[in-house]
């Protein structure tokens, strides 16, 4: 393959010219052009408003607790009606 001749090729350059040069080389600085970019804005409307409904946020509860507890008892009691109509079509309509 063309790709192994130009690896071969590569490997051999390399060990050439790892053999000719001496055993202390000193590292050479990088040579690299940054260039700063400019910003517009350091923080972006989206990430403000985001911190002032921080503190809102962290007061809602994270689990409905009054939910799980009444799907609970409905499992325990063998009430729980399981639509499977309606879960496929959750399903697609979340998922396409």
Known sequence: MEIN????????EVGASMSQTSTKAEPQPAQS??????????????WELLA???????????VDQAKVDQLRQSL????????????????FNQHG
């Open 5 to 12: 001749k130009i690896n071969s090729a590569l490997n051999a």
């Open 33 to 46: 052009q940054v260039k700063p970019i400019a910003t517009p804005k350091a923080v972006s409307d989206d």
């Open 52 to 62: 002032r409904s921080q503190p809102q946020l962290q007061q809602i509860d994270d």
């Open 76 to 91: 325990k009691d063998g009430t729980f009606d399981l639509n499977l109509g309606k879960v496929a079509e959750a399903m």
